[in-house]
């Protein structure tokens, strides 16, 4: 059964600094990975995608990575801003089930 | 275009009752996928559908059941409320099967069950 871990499990940091939210899976055999961003009571947006056969995916200030055979993944926020706060999950893929992580709470304080 | 689009909202409903949500997939998608999160807790998928079938199901009892219309519209429906149940719903939309296809999602019914 596969299991998704984030952690920390809460993040608090100032304006500006650059940061690293990590994810963590047990099966390795995945078809691809995705961060998603979730704002209190909203459904989810989803951020990056990473196919199985790929190492990472940039779009603007956010780059993750993907380690398929240690089981992880990374997703790095450059600059952070107060707009970023937010819970970001990821989930992975194997057939057509995909099994999420609890996420991480980004606080950016202004 | 509109995207994955829920209803409702919100609903309130006492236990033992039964409900019924609804999504309507982005416009070109014909696959949907039906979710349940929990307060603090990440999505837990419930079933998926395609060509108007169940394709995968998760870890979830019988008393969770769907459906999908020839439009591509969805229903999910709970039977036998629990306390349990409460949670936010969340459906998402792809064209197709293929893993490539990147899952969008609406922005859920919250469900409470007392």
């Known amino acids: 059964k596969q299991e998704v871990t984030q952690i920390p499990a809460a993040l608090s940091v100032p304006e500006g600094e650059n940061l690293v939210l990590n994810c963590s899976f047990t099966?390795?055999?995945?078809?691809?990975l995705q961060w998603f961003r979730q704002d209190p009571g909203k459904g989810l947006t989803s951020l990056l995608l990473i196919q199985s056969s790929q190492r990472e995916q940039t779009s603007g200030r956010l780059n993750a990575s993907l380690d398929k055979s240690s089981g992880r993944s990374t997703l790095y926020i450059a600059a952070s801003q107060p707009g970023d706060s937010a819970t970001y999950l990821c989930a992975v893929r194997r057939g057509q089930k995909v099994t999420f992580g609890t996420g991480t709470k980004l606080q950016v304080i202004p | 275009d509109a995207g994955v689009t829920q209803s409702p909202t919100h609903l309130i409903k006492t236990r033992g009752q039964q409900v019924t949500l609804r999504c309507s997939p982005k416009s070109g998608h014909d696959t949907v996928s039906w979710y349940q999160q929990a307060l603090g807790q990440g999505p837990q998928f419930i079933f998926q559908y395609y060509e108007e079938e169940e394709r995968q199901r998760g870890n979830f009892p019988d008393r969770f059941s769907g459906h999908q219309f020839p439009n591509y519209s969805s229903e999910l429906n709970v039977n036998a409320l629990l306390l349990g149940d409460s949670a936010l719903y969340l459906c998402?939309?792809?064209?197709?099967?293929?893993?490539?296809?990147?899952?969008?999602f609406g922005a859920g019914t919250r469900l409470s069950v007392l």
């Open positions: 998402a939309s792809s064209l197709g099967q293929l893993a490539k296809n990147i899952q969008y």
């Open positions: 099966d390795s055999a995945i078809y691809n």
